[in-house]
């Protein structure tokens, strides 16, 4: 019986979606591997001393660290069959604004430090021929604005990477899932998860306003409510056919379909111009 529960794993658990997640799950019985960069506050948030709660320290941006973390996990559990890559470190500020140092910063979590860990669990998985890999994008996955440059530049990349995953691991029977919220009442935007540039530019005046914006008036506001998230991504999870990209939250929705009306007007104003460039 034992064999038949899932394991999962689970990065950046001590905070937001992914302690909601991992409490869930601890909830209905399965086993959770969750990692995050202190183990103590991992612990503590998490509160549960079971067998089937694994609190794991790692370092995502050092592929030693994670190698450790997985297989720890393997050790633990012998399996692995549901990953979550939902570590997140977020970061406004205009493009110019940014320091080389903090938009590396910024990928390094958010991409590098996803790939890190995909490639970590992906060998176990392709040995079972099963898994399911949830990546935790955002509705500015697919749309950005200004000041979100950078983060929303490391979500296009998460989406990127996980469409093409998707066909990639397909014939190994592993599926893939983008989890795409909007905006989520968790503690993000008041944590040491989002950052602004060290030396900001005056003349970007409203910039500087979707800083004050998102440091006073959003949190606590937010729409998407992270433990119906974590119910969904359970739900999901369960699916025979789970979706490769799947939008939470109204907000998510009515941004979603904004991009999409603008690539659609952008293409038809345009399509003398495209169809221009073929050989005749």
Not at 179 to 203: C, D, K, Q
Not at 231 to 236: A, L, N, S, Y
Request: hydrophobic share 40%.
């Amino acid at each position: 019986m034992e064999n038949q529960i899932k394991t999962w794993f689970i990065t950046g658990c001590s905070q937001g979606i992914g302690l909601e997640l991992a409490k869930q799950l601890l909830a209905a019985g399965y086993n959770v591997a969750a990692t995050a960069r202190n183990l103590q506050t991992l612990k503590e948030a998490v509160g549960n001393s079971s067998p089937q709660f694994l609190p794991l320290q790692a370092d995502l941006v050092n592929e030693e660290s994670v190698s450790e973390a997985v297989k720890a996990a393997i050790a633990h559990f012998s399996a692995i069959d549901v990953l979550v890559n939902n570590a997140g470190f977020g970061l406004i500020g205009g493009i110019e604004e940014a320091s080389d140092q903090e938009v590396r910063a910024s990928f390094d979590i958010n991409v590098f430090g996803l790939l890190n860990v995909t490639r970590a669990v992906l060998p176990y998985m392709r040995k079972a021929s099963a898994g399911h890999i949830i990546n935790m994008s955002t509705v500015f996955g697919l749309i950005a604005g200004a000041g979100w440059g950078i983060y929303c530049g490391t979500k296009f990349a998460v989406e990127g990477i996980s469409e093409a995953l998707a066909q990639e691991l397909k014939p190994f029977g592993i599926s893939v899932t983008i989890i795409e919220p909007g905006y989520v009442r968790t503690n993000f935007l008041n944590s040491g998860s989002i950052a602004h540039p060290r030396n900001p530019i005056p003349e970007y005046t409203a910039i500087a306003e979707e800083k004050r914006k998102h440091k006073e008036d959003v949190p606590g506001k937010q729409i998407g409510d992270p433990q119906k998230i974590a119910e969904v991504m359970i739900k999901i999870a369960g699916s025979e056919q789970p979706p490769l990209r799947l939008l939470l939250g109204s907000d998510a929705l009515q941004f979603a379909n904004y991009k999409m009306q603008m690539l659609t007007e952008g293409i038809e104003a345009n399509k003398s111009i495209t169809l221009s460039t073929d050989f005749q």
